[in-house]
Every structure is written in C-alpha cells, then in structure tokens.
C-alpha cells in the first residue's frame, strides 16, 4: 500500500458507533493517496478490528495501563515512529489525549473526533484542553460541533463530516440465525445495541420490552454488545420477567448490519449519539424507533425514516413499537424510507474524500 500514512488511534475498537466509522473510513482512503494503520489502546481482537483487517489495514495493539506506563509509551512509541505518518487522527477521548502528547513529542499534526462527550474531573479537563490544542477536530453532527465549541474548540479548527454507511447485504437465513442466537422457531425480535454498561438507555430498552411482551408472545429483545453490566441487565430483566424473559445478549456481531436486517425494529435509545446504529438500521431496510437527541434528529426525518420519541420516554417506544408490530405496511414504507435516506445522504464512500482534504490542509512537520 502506498501514499502517505495516516495513524488512526484509537481508544477502543469494541461495540460503539465510533469503532464502526472508523471501520468504513479507514479502508476508503486508499483511493485518495493515504494509507491507513490502526493502533488501538485497548483490545485489539474485537469485530471492528477483524472487519479492518479483512479490508486490509494493519491494525496493533499499544495498550497503557494507568497512572504511568513507561514499557506501553515506549511501545506505542515504536509503533508510531515504524508507521512514519503524515497524520495522527485519534478517535475518543483517551485517544485524544495520547495522540496531543505525540503530536507535541515532535510527532505528526492531531486530528480529533468522537471525543465531544468528555469525561468529568481531571480527564475531562486534559481532553478539553487536547482538542483545543488539535489542529483539527471533526464533528459528525451539528449537535456534536456545538458540544466541542462548548469546549472552548475556536470554529476554524472545527470541521463538520457526516457519517456514512454501507449498504447492508441480504440478512442471512432466519432459522438458522434464530437458533445460534438462542431464539424459538418462528420467534420475531426487537434488536438494539451499544457498549452494555451502567447507563438509562439499554436499561429503558429492558423496560420498554416489558410492555409489549405481554401483548405479543412471540417476541424477543435481543441486545448486541458487550460490556460490564450484563449480568445486572439480566438480572434487572428478570426482575421484570421472572420466569418469561426474553431478552437475549449474544455478543457483539462483525456483522451487526447484515442481521440488523432480521428484526422487526431497531431501537436507538442513547441520550447522545447513536447515529451509526440508526444509519445501519435504515440500511438494512427496518424501521427505527429512536430517542429525539440532536445527533440521531439530524440523521432522519421524524416520521418519515424514523419514528422518534422524547429522550427517556419508555412508554412512547413501546407505544411506537406496538404500533409498527400491528401495521407490516407501515413498517415497511418507514424501512423502504429510512434505505433510500441512507443510500442517498449517508453512502459510506462519501467519508472519505473531505477526510483526505482535511489532512492535505494541515501543514507537514
């Protein structure tokens, strides 16, 4: 592969939106002079990384273990020197603030994105003050822009790049994929998805589930991802269920597009973000029940490729959703929408051209 290299970093490669548009993106530049390599500050054996490596991209893990890593600096040292990139774009927060101390190191100039949900106490302060310090900081959303003004990210660093997504494959076949999931013959299921961790959305996912079980026997809510809490979301399940839960984790899926296309809704149930799972559902042809945040409103029309609802109200998924289940027309003329909005607005080879004129524009070092 030739042509200048970029350093993607990344601050993980798990089940979250910014793992997924990193996964698009990377492969796409090629045609536009850069070549990319991955390295990961976490694991790097995760559906994201096996989907880069099968595009072709190098993808290294350089793990750093708190509060000082001498051995994993070193390390990552190594491996960014090795790659000699023309540009480090970092993806997340830690990942922000690894690549703006490379960047002053004498390394590359720092691109940043998906790093606008800072954390609080100090890390929150050394990410506010490394993407004030990038020389460029992309936002996917109008929404997310704003979050980095709020910042202090001045609006000529800022540059706004909308996601993109592939066009989803046929599903595969329903049987077979009911049973290696655990499913009933015959089963229909609700899916969602996302990093399992303590949070309001997949916890109001279980919730919302719980009010249509009772009407629709055959169905099932089934929860892609990983992530430390799902034995308490198994058990907050049960607690709702006893003994007829139906809600199911197998894990996060490599083609998590192509068996989005299996369920009869998709629901995107984040506070912030969840745009790459909504764009991904709308690809596969399904219908999206989603909270109304900013990211996820810029990425549908209400009503048109998306049913949305007020952010936290349980009840109005459910409402949405029985409504969608007792009507297959307009399920489907709300999926047949939400695919043609995808295609045309959101086509997954639009990424890369404005990220290469980003990183021709910044100055060689």
């Known amino acids: ?12 490669l798990g089940a979250t939106g910014a793992a997924r548009r990193l996964a698009l993106l990377a492969p796409r530049l090629a045609a536009h002079g850069f070549a990319p390599v991955v390295v990961v500050l976490g694991k790097a054996d ?20 708190p509060p000082l890593d001498v051995t994993g600096w070193r390390h990552l040292r190594a491996v960014v020197a090795a790659a000699g990139p023309r540009v480090i774009h970092a993806w997340g927060p830690a990942a922000v603030r690894v690549g703006s101390v490379l960047s002053r190191w004498g390394g590359p100039p720092l691109v940043a994105a998906a790093a606008g949900d800072a954390e609080g106490g100090v890390k929150g302060w050394l990410t506010a003050r490394a993407l004030r310090r990038a020389e460029r900081v992309i936002a996917a959303s109008w929404a997310e822009a704003e979050r980095y003004r709020r910042l202090g990210v001045c609006g000529d660093h800022l540059t706004r790049i909308a996601p993109g997504v592939e066009a989803a494959p046929p599903p595969p076949d329903r049987a077979a994929f009911l049973k290696e999931i655990g499913l009933p013959p015959g089963a229909r299921f609700v899916a969602t998805a996302g990093t399992i ?8 996912a279980v919730w919302a589930f719980d009010m249509l079980r009772y009407t629709f026997t055959d169905l099932h809510l089934v929860v892609f991802g990983a992530g430390p809490d799902r034995a308490g979301l198994e058990a907050f399940g049960r607690a709702l269920a006893f003994d007829d839960l139906r809600v199911h984790f197998p894990g996060p899926r490599a083609d998590l597009s192509v068996v989005l296309g299996l369920a009869e809704a998709v629901w995107v149930l984040q506070a912030r973000g969840g745009v790459s799972l909504a764009l991904e559902a709308m690809a596969a042809g399904r219908p999206v029940v989603a909270w109304n945040n900013p990211d996820v409103a ?15 109200e349980k009840a109005q998924v459910a409402a949405k959703t029985h409504t969608l289940l007792a009507d297959p027309g307009a399920a489907a003329r709300l999926g047949a929408s939400g695919k043609a909005r995808a295609a045309g607005r959101f086509a997954a080879d639009r990424m890369a051209a ?10 060689r070092r």
């Open 1 to 12: 592969m030739t042509g200048d290299r970029v350093l993607f970093l990344a601050s993980d």
């Open 46 to 65: 995760t559906p994201a990384a096996a989907a880069l490596r099968a595009a072709g991209v190098a993808v290294h893990a350089a793990p750093l273990r």
């Open 197 to 204: 961790e303590p949070s309001a959305s997949l916890k109001a």
């Open 298 to 312: 810029e990425a549908v029309e209400d009503g048109e490729t998306a049913e949305l609802v007020g952010v936290g």
């Open 354 to 363: 404005p990220h290469a004129r980003v990183y021709h524009e910044l100055p």
